[in-house]
C-alpha cells in the first residue's frame, strides 16, 4: 500500500458518502496535504500529516468560514464546491475539505492585479463577523520552537526573540480578518481570472502581513523590486493602506515563521530549499532585535 493510499481511500469514501462517485484520482499535490481532483469539478485537499503541529479540524472549520464568506461577496477566490456540505470533513483519522476545480493558466501573475485582488479580499474580509484569532501563525510557531528544538540554540533563540518582538510590535497596529499565508503558490492564474487559495491560515492581524508574504521573495529573495513596487501601488490604488513600519516589521514576522516551519513542512530539502533557508537566516541576524 502506498502512503496516498489511506488518504486517498478516505476522500473518495467521503465524496460517494455525499453522492458523488469519483470518476478519476490525479494528484495535483502530495506533501503535507494532499490535493485530488476526483472528478471534472471536484477537488479534495486532505491533511496527510496526521502527527504534525495541526491537529483536529479547527483550521480547516476557519478555512471553510471565511472562504464561503469571500465566495458569496463576489472574491476573486476558487470557491468550496456546492454539491458537498462545507464541513470540514473527517474521515479514518484525515481531515478534508472539496473545492471547485479550476484550470490553471500558463501565465505569470501581472502584479497589478495580485495587489489589486488581494486589496478586494481584504476588503471582503473586513465585514466577516466571527471571530478569528490574533497573529495565529506567529504565535503557533513561537509555541512550535519552545516545544521543540529545531535548530543550532543560537538560532532557535533568534527565532523565539524576532517572534517575540513581532508579537508585542503587532498587536498595536490595526487588525481585521486576513489570508495567513499570502504567497505566490495560494494564487492561481486561471480561465476565471487570477485567484486567491488556501485560506487555512486565516487570522486576525494587520493587513500589511499578507502585503508582505506576497513580497518576500521578490524583495528578499530576488530584488525584484520592480515586482514590489507594483504590487504595492496597486493595493493602495485599490484603496488599500501600507504603513512602511508595520511592513518592514511584518517581512520579519515571515521570514521568522517560514524559517520555523522549514523543518516541519520539508525535512528532507533539496539544495535550492536549504540555500533558501540559510539565507532568511542570514538575513534575520542582520536584524537586531529592538
Given at each position: 500500500m502506498t502512503?496516498?493510499?489511506?488518504?486517498?481511500?478516505?476522500?473518495?469514501?467521503?465524496?460517494?458518502?455525499?453522492?458523488?462517485?469519483?470518476?478519476?484520482?490525479?494528484?495535483?499535490?502530495?506533501?503535507?496535504?494532499?490535493?485530488?481532483?476526483?472528478?471534472?469539478?471536484?477537488?479534495?485537499?486532505?491533511?496527510?500529516?496526521?502527527?504534525?503541529?495541526?491537529?483536529?479540524?479547527?483550521?480547516?472549520?476557519?478555512?471553510?468560514?471565511?472562504?464561503?464568506?469571500?465566495t458569496a461577496n463576489g472574491a476573486p477566490v476558487i470557491p468550496l464546491h456546492a454539491e458537498l456540505p462545507p464541513g470540514p470533513h473527517e474521515h479514518l483519522g484525515y481531515p478534508m475539505n472539496f473545492w471547485q476545480f479550476v484550470t490553471r493558466i500558463d501565465t505569470e501573475p501581472d502584479p497589478q492585479e495580485i495587489g489589486r485582488t488581494l486589496r478586494q479580499c481584504h476588503d471582503i474580509?473586513?465585514?466577516?463577523?466571527?471571530?478569528?484569532?490574533?497573529?495565529?501563525?506567529?504565535?503557533?510557531?513561537?509555541?512550535?520552537?519552545?516545544?521543540r528544538e529545531l535548530f543550532a540554540q543560537d538560532v532557535q533563540q533568534m527565532l523565539r526573540d524576532h517572534l517575540t518582538h513581532s508579537i508585542e510590535a503587532l498587536n498595536q497596529r490595526p487588525h481585521q480578518p486576513l489570508h495567513g499565508d499570502a504567497h505566490m503558490g495560494n494564487l492561481m492564474n486561471t480561465t476565471r481570472g487570477l485567484l486567491w487559495t488556501d485560506w487555512e491560515d486565516t487570522f486576525s492581524g494587520p493587513v500589511e502581513w499578507d502585503v508582505a508574504s506576497i513580497i518576500w521573495n521578490a524583495q528578499i529573495l530576488?530584488?525584484?523590486?520592480?515586482?514590489?513596487?507594483?504590487i504595492c501601488d496597486a493595493y493602495c490604488e485599490a484603496g488599500g493602506v501600507i504603513d512602511a513600519?508595520?511592513?518592514?516589521?511584518?517581512?520579519?514576522?515571515?521570514?521568522?515563521?517560514?524559517?520555523?516551519?522549514?523543518?516541519?513542512?520539508?525535512?528532507?530539502p533539496n539544495a535550492d530549499r536549504q540555500e533558501k533557508l540559510a539565507r532568511r537566516i542570514e538575513w534575520l541576524q542582520q536584524r537586531a532585535v529592538v
Open positions: 502512503e496516498t493510499a489511506l488518504p486517498i481511500r478516505a476522500a473518495t469514501e467521503t465524496a460517494i458518502a455525499h453522492g458523488i462517485t469519483p470518476d478519476r484520482c490525479d494528484i495535483l499535490q502530495n506533501s503535507s496535504t494532499l490535493v485530488l481532483r476526483l472528478t471534472g469539478t471536484l477537488v479534495a485537499r486532505v491533511v496527510q500529516d496526521t502527527g504534525g503541529p495541526r491537529q483536529g479540524t479547527e483550521w480547516f472549520a476557519r478555512e471553510n468560514a471565511i472562504a464561503h464568506h469571500l474580509m473586513s465585514r466577516f463577523a466571527e471571530p478569528l484569532p490574533h497573529l495565529a501563525i506567529i504565535t503557533e510557531s513561537l509555541a512550535i520552537l519552545h516545544d530576488e530584488q525584484d523590486h520592480d515586482t514590489v513596487k507594483k513600519g508595520t511592513l518592514q516589521q511584518c517581512l520579519i514576522a515571515r521570514a521568522a515563521v517560514i524559517t520555523a516551519w522549514y523543518p516541519i513542512l520539508y525535512p528532507n
